[in-house]
């Protein structure tokens, strides 16, 4: 049983959750950068290249015979993965740089005030220590 309990404990720790957290968000957020990729971004750009549809662009390296299909090399796919990439890179760099912005001013901000009582009682001291 201790092995079930140290696992447990280690599994309950916060930076685990965080990170199982983290995990599963990434992969929504992914999904939602996949579509904006597929859906949005990249008809306008096949427009603008003369009605390209990235996802269809690939080179037959095998035609398909009889029943087997084709072996083909799809570069455009490649490219659509590429920008889902940027995009996802880029907006961790953002979220990274925001956390890092805030951390600097935490830094930076002065130590909070003591509260009367203590400032009162360093009063005190310093007066008898001057006599």
């Known amino acids: 049983m201790a092995l079930l309990d140290e696992f447990k404990q280690f599994a309950m720790r916060g930076s685990v959750v ?3 957290v983290g ?3 990434g992969g929504a957020f992914g999904k939602i950068v996949t579509s904006f990729v597929n859906d949005v971004l ?3 750009l096949g427009l603008l290249l003369g009605g390209v549809n990235f996802s269809d662009l690939a080179v037959t390296l095998k035609a398909a015979e009889g029943e087997v299909p084709a072996v083909l090399w799809k570069y455009g796919a490649f490219i659509q993965t590429i920008v889902d990439f940027a995009i ?3 907006a961790i760099f953002m979220v990274v740089k925001a956390m890092n912005a805030m951390k600097k001013k935490q830094e930076a901000a ?3 005030a003591p509260p009367p009582e203590v400032v009162l009682l360093t009063e005190i001291r310093d007066s008898l220590r001057q006599r």
Do not use: H
Request: hydrophobic letters at 60%; charged letters at 5%.
């Open 110 to 112: 002065p130590p909070p």
């Open 18 to 20: 965080d990170l199982a």
């Open 88 to 90: 996802i890179a880029f």
């Open 42 to 44: 990249m008809p306008p």
């Open 23 to 25: 995990v599963v968000i």
